[in-house]
T-cell receptor, first 116, second 117 residues
């Protein structure tokens, strides 16, 4: 079965410090990996994705994510957090083969709070 | 571009009532889907469609019905609302062709907040 795990329900960091939001997955084949951000009472906004190539992917708002195939992880990172980064972050995977081709599987989300 | 548009934004239903959540996209995307978001559970796929006339069930399809008569529209029908269907519903779409690798980004609407009393 396809699954995505975000082991931390909450991550708290001080403004200016680096942040990491963790994601691991269990999906057959070579999945496509995504990060989305959700602000209160809003839809999901696309941040970045990994399709192939360089394991370090850069996305919107200074975020980046590192794909590690051996650890089946896709952690979201930012070198210097801002208060405005406070939001709910979702990791998602999309299988590239099989009966679930095209579906998007989500983790449960991680609430990021950046303190001033 | 308007992107993915959902209506209504907020709705309160009584148990047993039926209603339709509307979703439209203007990006000529073949793939469209409906998710529900519940606290601590992330987003779960209800139904999806890979093109006009083609729909399939996701993880939590019971109590919902969909149709895809055009590329642009993908309405979600609640047949007989239950309190367990109180949730936030998101419509999403992406550019994709059946049977091909689907690394294309999925775009989401702003959500529909539904309360069933």
């Amino acid at each position: 079965a396809q699954s995505v795990a975000q082991p931390e329900d909450q991550v708290n960091v001080a403004e200016g410090n680096p942040l990491t939001v963790k994601c691991t997955y269990s999906v057959s084949g070579n999945p496509y990996l995504f990060w989305y951000v959700q602000y209160p009472n809003r839809g999901l906004q696309f941040l970045l994705k990994y399709i192939t190539g360089d394991n370090l992917v850069k996305g919107s708002y200074g975020f980046e994510a590192e794909f590690n195939k051996s650890q089946t992880s896709f952690h979201l990172k930012k070198p210097s957090a801002l208060v405005s980064d406070s939001a709910l972050y979702f990791c998602a995977v999309r299988p590239d083969r099989g009966s679930t081709l095209g579906r998007l599987y989500f983790g449960r989300g991680t609430q990021l709070t950046v303190w001033p | 571009n308007a992107g993915v548009t959902q209506t209504p934004k907020f709705q309160v239903l009584k148990t047993g009532q039926s209603m339709t959540l509307q979703c439209a996209q203007d990006m000529n995307h073949e793939y469209m889907s409906w998710y529900r978001q519940d606290p601590g559970m992330g987003l779960r796929l209800i139904h999806y469609s890979v093109g006009a006339g083609i729909t399939d069930q996701g993880e939590v399809p019971n109590g919902y019905n969909v149709s895809r008569s055009t590329t642009e529209d993908f309405p979600l029908r609640l047949l007989s609302a239950a309190p367990s269907q109180t949730s936030v519903y998101f419509c999403a779409s992406s550019y994709s062709f059946p049977g091909q690798p689907s690394g294309n980004t999925i775009y989401f609407g702003e959500g529909s907040w539904l309360t069933v009393v």
